[in-house]
């Protein structure tokens, strides 16, 4: 019996493990500890950046908090809900294909099964600004928590800016 439990646990932590890494991985900038932990991993704040896979020369950076302890370490822990976005114009922006206003750019779970952080796009065509919104959704309630970013498409160099309306759906 205690090895179908130890099987159970372990099939459990490795499925945790593979829908953790579903997502494309945001590249890791820094993490930061916000709660020490003698004998167990420390709470911590991560600080990561994606590039828009449809505008080049767009980079997002966002900071989530990660649980600590051994739940957190194990993935059954909930991850709060809280991000911080950034994003910026990091080189000539070039737009590859039409999108429509909120399309989905980025996804991580924050739970084994319930709650996901997105980052999605959209385009004021008016102000020709990109808008980037993150939140975290949960299956049960939703969640009021979010950040917007927007980033002006500015000329660069000597290439014009392109006009993000001409590539709304």
Known sequence: MKSILAFGAALLLSAGVALAQASDDPELIF?????????????KLATYVIDDPTVTGVSC?????????WSGWAGFAE??????????????????????????????????FFKKMQIVRGCDPKRNVLVYL????????????????????????????????????
């Open 31 to 43: 993490k930061k500890t916000t709660v020490w932990r003698m004998l167990s991993p420390d709470a």
């Open 61 to 69: 950076y966002f900071t989530v908090p990660e649980i600590g302890g």
């Open 79 to 112: 991850e709060r809900s809280e991000t911080s976005l950034a994003c910026r114009q990091t080189g000539p922006v070039t737009i590859s294909a039409k999108f429509e206003q909120g399309e989905q750019i980025f996804r991580q779970r924050r739970s084994l």
């Open 134 to 169: 993150a939140y975290t959704d949960k299956l049960i309630e939703g969640s009021p928590q979010n950040s917007t970013s927007t980033v002006p498409i500015m000329p660069w160099g000597n290439l014009p800016a392109p006009k993000c309306g001409d590539f709304l759906q």
